[in-house]
């Protein structure tokens, strides 16, 4: 199955078309072959013939004998002699005679010709060919004007002759999406697939490797488990023909984890060597000036293949060339091979250090590796200290099974239920969205935290957590954080009580108490100002940030995130990072800015790509973001993702937000029954989690809108009515002002269209107040049709406009897009998109059961329509609206 490919391949067949050569580069294992394989389908269906090749190394003349085989397969008949005897030669069909060269070029141009259609000539590895099969290919392809497609290892050089003009391809890794519709199949959880794309750094062969088997065989070498035979051949493969300098920097690289780029030339790592490799898909530099492994995996293979001297090289010359002394003390003590209690002392303060720097997880593996080197005879509780350091340190990197090492280590020393319960609260912080099994675990901690409140506030805050996202009972949540509060106020921690109280604070605000969320929160920011620990996530700063978001208080909720920005950027936990950046996002597309909007999100997805988190928020976040700015077909992906992610880690809260995201991008692709059964069951949801603020996810506008467009009127009333009671009273913000769009929509469909008119002008007044341009543009387009069905063209064709001109200068690419189509009949004449598809049908000649069905509607919905449709239109009939319609057709 070919994933992720469909865009290239559109690409590669019109660059065939226009410039006639193309050639697809890529790492090995990047699907060369199958992409190939694709396009010689995609070409046959099209009528056009291909001729495709495969040479090999060292066998000469293969490629030239695929051609001739396939233009000559009756034989040579009608050549002249001295060019039917090479032709026979090279298929090893007549006398073997030494190969000549013109013969074969002018016999192969003339069996083309004689061929009904001009073929396309493919060649897969075309650096395989000998000289005498690209002189022929090439002259043949020149002289009767051939499209040819080659592909190459990316490392591989341009094939003189076969290249000139061609447009190159770099074949790109798969995405986190595409590995999982790769793997979906196999039944692989998401969050795995996750996983597995950073383990095979997108290369698809390395994925299905990965993916589809056990990833280690459970065999020793060296006292280590190694990778199983399939996963071990695809990285081999990726490696395999590399230069000596190249698998050296990946070694150095493998043992370095992040090898800083200023630490290159003090190991004698080439810049060409550096290139080669990148083109090679073995490294990549980030954006921060460190060099990493594109596949995590690569470190295995290559640290397995290593013998113990190459090992200890390698970390002696990285200990040489370390910039900073952490890194030194590092590579350093790699190399020791017995108890050494200075060099242990050592890597534990330089634990603190790289702790500081934002760097968790070099720190875990610091404190572990001190621990290693510590002597029989040190002090116990220092190696309890450290190990629990590091198993705290683990957790905030998010590195689930370093925990639980450290965990196990703790355990076998009798370490005192105080330090083993803080290792169990790291392997939450770990655990990301998937905290359905921690039930026992923190169990497991109440009972160890007895007689330390410090403990048994930070047990109570996490289960604070998993009531509101695994259990989906913010009531039970504020319970938690209530004891959480108690406790540590008891325990004198100021941190710890300021993030209990801004949970609560947050719980206060789902349930629909926004005057107690707001003396809670105000109640957490007195606490503690300053710092709040380790974490960001649900920090008072970020709390407040995010209601300041559900109030609409953009410029507010803008600055708070970029405050906390340079903070998450240091603190070097990627779930804090992604988190800030993806609220960021959806700040900047509320307010209008597109691109900023893309820029953070998509960082936010690289971090969830290499740090193996929990997908579903932040695919929820891009979705929005690619909805309104980017691309609908990768929101309806990512929103689908989401869900399914959500639903895999029991994350009840962004299973109801995901859900949310895949009905919008149902509402705006013009599928009203399916918004309404995905937002339907947002509110569901909503009701099982007792969540009233409707500030803090909209879905209510706009299943009040899908239930319009699919004529159930009554419900959208209904729910406009109730969500009216629900908002803060007397308070002009974006839940009322999308209530005012739905309610002009309704009135649009049932009642007198200046009404409706009237409200939509509001509903866009109080979002361009707001400064939320595309909420504004979005009512501006309902107005726009309400003025249509009042027969005021000119107004309706300069709101229509402004609507557009907005999208554009905001950068909405696809709102601009779907604008710029000219509407038709239905719609010109004021008509929702419901209605509108109903006539369409109508014109079709389907009769009332088959429209029924074809809408997912009863009968007598479709008939109460169409006599609506009737009276809008000014016609009496079905005939009379057949005939108006081929009127105005154009």
């Given at each position: 199955?070919l ?10 067949r ?6 006639g ?6 790492p090995?294992g990047a699907?060369?072959t199958a992409i190939l394989?694709a396009l ?5 269906a099209?009528?056009r013939?291909?001729v495709r ?5 060292d066998?000469a003349?293969?490629g ?5 085989e396939q233009i000559?397969p009756?034989?040579?008949d ?5 060019q039917?005897?090479a032709v026979e030669?090279?298929?090893c069909?007549?006398e073997q005679?030494p190969a ?7 016999g ?5 010709r004689q ?5 396309v000539?493919?060649v897969?590895d ?7 099969s690209?002189?022929v290919i090439?002259f ?5 004007e ?8 990316a490392?591989?050089g ?7 003009d061609a447009?190159?391809f770099?074949?790109p890794?798969l ?8 793997l979906?199949?196999r039944?692989l959880?998401?969050r795995?697939a996750v996983q597995?794309h950073a383990a095979?750094g997108?290369h698809?062969r390395?994925a299905l490797?990965?993916?589809t088997?056990?990833?280690r065989?459970?065999?020793?070498r060296?006292g280590?488990?190694?990778?199983s035979r399939?996963?071990?051949?695809a990285?081999q493969?990726l490696l395999?023909?590399?230069a000596?300098g190249?698998r050296?920097?990946v070694?150095?690289t493998?043992l370095a984890?992040r ?5 290159l030339?003090?190991?004698a790592?080439?810049a060409?060597?550096v290139v ?5 898909g073995?490294v990549?530099?980030?954006p ?10 690569l470190a295995?293979v290559?640290?397995?293949d ?8 390698g970390?002696?010359t ?5 910039i900073?002394?952490?890194t030194r ?5 790699m190399?020791a091979?017995a108890?050494?209690a ?7 303060g330089?634990r603190?250090t790289m702790r500081?720097?934002g760097?968790?997880?070099?720190a875990?593996?610091l404190?572990l590796?001190a621990?290693d080197l ?8 220092t190696v309890v200290r450290w190990l ?5 340190d ?6 689930v ?6 965990l196990?280590r ?14 169990r609260?790291a392997a939450?912080?770990a655990?990301?969205q998937?905290?359905?099994?921690c ?8 009972s ?10 930070e047990a109570?805050?996490r289960l604070?957590?998993r009531?509101?996202?695994t259990?989906g009972a ?5 319970v938690?954080?209530?004891?959480a509060v ?5 325990a004198?921690?100021p ?11 947050l719980m ?21 100002p ?5 974490r960001l996530v649900?920090?008072?700063?970020h709390v407040a940030?995010?209601h300041?978001?559900?109030d ?10 970029l405050?906390l ?6 603190g070097?936990v ?7 950046l993806r609220?960021?996002a959806?700040?900047e597309i509320?307010?209008?800015r597109?691109?900023?909007a ?6 936010a997805?690289a971090?969830?790509?290499?740090s193996?988190?929990?997908?579903g928020p932040t695919?929820y976040?891009?979705a929005?973001?690619e909805l309104a700015a ?5 929101a309806?992906v990512?929103a689908?993702?989401?869900?399914r ?5 029991h994350d009840q809260?962004?299973?109801t937000?995901a859900?949310y ?5 149902q509402?705006a692709a013009?599928?009203a029954a399916?918004?309404v059964?995905?937002l339907r069951t947002?509110q ?6 007792h969540?009233?603020?409707p500030?803090m996810l909209r879905?209510?506008?706009d299943?009040?809108?899908?239930l319009?467009?699919v004529?159930?009127t009554a419900?959208?009333a209904?729910l406009?009515?109730?969500t009216?009671?629900l908002?803060?009273p007397?308070?002009?913000g974006?839940?009322p ?6 309610e002009g929509l309704?009135?649009?469909a049932?009642g007198p269209?200046?009404?409706?008119a009237?409200?939509l002008?509001r509903?866009?007044d109080t979002?361009?107040?707001l400064?939320m ?8 387009l309902a107005?726009?049709?309400?003025q ?7 107004a309706?064709?300069?709101t ?7 999208y554009r ?5 696809p709102?601009?897009a779907a ?5 038709g009949?239905?719609?010109r004449?004021?008509?929702n ?6 006539v369409?049908l109508?014109?079709a000649?389907a009769k009332n059961r ?11 919905t479709v008939?109460s ?7 809008i239109m000014?016609?009496r009939s079905?005939v009379?609206?057949?005939?108006l319609l081929?009127a105005e057709s154009?």
């Amino acid at each position: 199955m070919l994933v992720g490919r469909e865009d290239l391949l559109t690409e590669v067949r019109a660059a065939l078309a226009t410039s006639g050569r193309a050639v697809l580069t890529g790492p090995r294992g990047a699907g060369r072959t199958a992409i190939l394989g694709a396009l010689t389908e995609q070409l046959t269906a099209t009528g056009r013939p291909v001729v495709r090749m495969s040479p090999a190394r060292d066998i000469a003349h293969l490629g030239l004998a695929d051609l001739l085989e396939q233009i000559a397969p009756d034989g040579v008949d009608g050549l002249p002699a001295r060019q039917a005897v090479a032709v026979e030669a090279v298929l090893c069909r007549g006398e073997q005679r030494p190969a000549d060269p013109l013969a074969l070029r002018l016999g192969a141009l003339a069996l083309v010709r004689q061929l009904a259609t001009a073929p396309v000539l493919v060649v897969d590895d075309v650096q395989w060919l000998d000289p005498l099969s690209v002189d022929v290919i090439g002259f043949v392809a020149d002289r009767a004007e051939l499209a040819l497609l080659t592909a190459r290892p990316a490392t591989a050089g341009p094939t003189a002759g076969l290249d000139r003009d061609a447009v190159e391809f770099a074949i790109p890794r798969l995405t986190v999406a595409q590995v999982v519709e790769l793997l979906g199949s196999r039944g692989l959880a998401y969050r795995t697939a996750v996983q597995v794309h950073a383990a095979s750094g997108g290369h698809p062969r390395l994925a299905l490797a990965l993916g589809t088997g056990p990833h280690r065989t459970g065999r020793a070498r060296g006292g280590a488990a190694v990778l199983s035979r399939a996963v071990e051949q695809a990285a081999q493969d990726l490696l395999d023909g590399t230069a000596p300098g190249v698998r050296r920097l990946v070694l150095l690289t493998a043992l370095a984890g992040r090898l800083p780029t200023p630490m290159l030339p003090r190991s004698a790592v080439s810049a060409r060597d550096v290139v080669i490799a990148e083109l090679a898909g073995l490294v990549q530099v980030d954006p921060d000036d460190h060099l990493r492994l594109c596949a995590e995996v690569l470190a295995e293979v290559v640290t397995a293949d290593a013998g113990p001297d190459e090992l200890a090289e390698g970390h002696h010359t990285l200990a040489a060339a370390a910039i900073d002394e952490p890194t030194r003390l590092w590579h350093l003590a790699m190399t020791a091979t017995a108890p050494d209690a200075a060099l242990a002392h050592a890597l534990a303060g330089a634990r603190a250090t790289m702790r500081a720097r934002g760097r968790p997880r070099r720190a875990a593996e610091l404190a572990l590796r001190a621990v290693d080197l510590a002597p029989a005879d040190l002090d116990r509780g220092t190696v309890v200290r450290w190990l629990r350091d590091a198993a705290q340190d683990a957790g905030t990197a998010g590195d689930v099974v370093l925990v639980r090492r450290m965990l196990g280590r703790l355990e076998s020393v009798d370490a005192p239920a105080a330090d083993r319960a803080r290792a169990r609260l790291a392997a939450f912080d770990a655990a990301g969205q998937d905290l359905d099994g921690c039930e026992e675990l923190l169990s497991t901690v109440l009972s160890e935290a007895s007689g330390h409140p410090g403990l048994l506030a930070e047990a109570h805050l996490r289960l604070a957590v998993r009531a509101n996202i695994t259990e989906g009972a913010p009531p039970r949540a504020a319970v938690h954080a209530r004891h959480a509060v108690q406790h540590a106020v008891a325990a004198r921690d100021p941190a710890v009580q300021a993030s209990s109280l801004a949970y609560l604070a947050l719980m206060q605000r789902v349930v629909g108490d926004p005057v107690a969320a707001a003396q809670t929160l105000a109640e957490a920011l007195a606490v503690a100002p300053g710092p709040h620990g380790a974490r960001l996530v649900n920090a008072p700063p970020h709390v407040a940030a995010r209601h300041a978001f559900f109030d609409d208080r953009l410029d507010e909720a803008r600055q708070g995130l970029l405050g906390l920005l340079p903070q998450a950027e240091a603190g070097g936990v990627p779930e804090d990072l992604a988190e800030v950046l993806r609220a960021l996002a959806e700040v900047e597309i509320r307010m209008g800015r597109c691109a900023s909007a893309l820029g953070h999100v998509g960082r936010a997805l690289a971090i969830t790509e290499w740090s193996g988190m929990s997908p579903g928020p932040t695919w929820y976040s891009a979705a929005l973001v690619e909805l309104a700015a980017g691309s609908p077909a990768k929101a309806r992906v990512l929103a689908d993702g989401a869900v399914r992610a959500s639903a895999e880690e029991h994350d009840q809260l962004y299973l109801t937000r995901a859900t949310y995201a895949r009905g919008l991008v149902q509402l705006a692709a013009g599928d009203a029954a399916g918004a309404v059964a995905s937002l339907r069951t947002v509110q569901e949801l909503a009701r099982q989690q007792h969540a009233r603020d409707p500030s803090m996810l909209r879905w209510h506008g706009d299943l009040a809108e899908a239930l319009i467009a699919v004529g159930e009127t009554a419900a959208a009333a209904r729910l406009i009515e109730q969500t009216r009671g629900l908002a803060a009273p007397g308070r002009s913000g974006g839940v009322p002002a999308a209530l005012d769009r739905a309610e002009g929509l309704l009135l649009c469909a049932t009642g007198p269209a200046a009404q409706a008119a009237e409200v939509l002008e509001r509903s866009a007044d109080t979002f361009a107040t707001l400064g939320m341009p595309l909420e504004q543009a979005r009512s501006l387009l309902a107005l726009a049709s309400a003025q249509r069905r009042q027969r005021r063209w000119a107004a309706s064709r300069d709101t229509g406009a402004l609507a557009e001109a907005i999208y554009r200068e905001r950068g909405a690419a696809p709102w601009a897009a779907a604008r710029a189509t000219e509407p038709g009949t239905a719609e010109r004449r004021g008509l929702n998109p419901a209605d509108a598809r109903i006539v369409e049908l109508v014109a079709a000649g389907a009769k009332n059961r088959e429209i029924a069905n074809a809408l997912f509607l009863s009968v007598k919905t479709v008939e109460s329509s169409l006599t609506r449709i009737y009276r809008i239109m000014g016609v009496r009939s079905r005939v009379q609206l057949s005939l108006l319609l081929a009127a105005e057709s154009p």
